[in-house]
């Protein structure tokens, strides 16, 4: 027998006698497993800050960013928060829904999280009672304006160093998932 084919020999009978083995170690992960780590490495990042920036794109295709004051997600990572309802970010949700969220503590620097979806404006009463926040009195005296907005995700991207959530490194590109919207 010749050096290569007894070292391919002993490569099959070593590959042969481990298969038994791999198949008693543990079960793979259901694939939810995953989609459920992305999403909470997700949650710890939004929730720890009071503040993130809303992407809409204005009348000339130039993306525009603000700062706003969301909830924490909902169950389905849909965000909520509050504007006026004549704010150039209304106008721009009318003309244009597609948006996107980006939630980031720089200062410690933890990661990002970037939520990309539709929004919707809502005025409904109910919705607005049970989203209060005591600083609308001020910022919204009578309720004067003021309007809701729902940014139903599409898209999550994550970045989590606490959590184990790292891009690729040769392109840097994040875990995403794609979510299915619900209104």
Request: proline fraction near 8%.
């Amino acid at each position: 027998m010749t050096p290569c084919r007894s070292r391919l020999s002993l490569f099959l009978l070593l590959a042969a006698a481990s298969a038994p083995l791999a198949a008693q170690q543990a079960p793979a992960a259901p694939a939810d497993a995953g989609r459920a780590r992305l999403i909470a490495a997700a949650r710890q990042i939004m929730a720890a800050q009071p503040y993130c920036a809303f992407i809409t794109v204005d009348e000339a295709g130039r993306p525009q960013v603000r700062t706003v004051n969301p909830f924490p997600p909902e169950d389905d990572m849909a965000v909520w928060f509050a504007t006026g309802s004549q704010t150039r970010k209304a106008a721009e949700i009318r003309a244009n829904p597609r948006v996107a969220l980006y939630y980031a503590d720089h200062k410690n620097g933890t990661g990002y999280v970037q939520l990309a979806g539709r929004a919707l404006l809502v005025s409904d009463r109910a919705e607005i009672e049970r989203h209060r926040r005591a600083y609308w009195a001020q910022s919204f005296p009578g309720d004067r304006n003021l309007v809701l907005v729902k940014v139903v995700p599409e898209r999550l991207d994550v970045l989590n160093y606490a959590a184990g959530v790292r891009a690729d490194s040769v392109t840097w590109r994040t875990p995403s998932l794609e979510l299915t919207p619900r209104q």
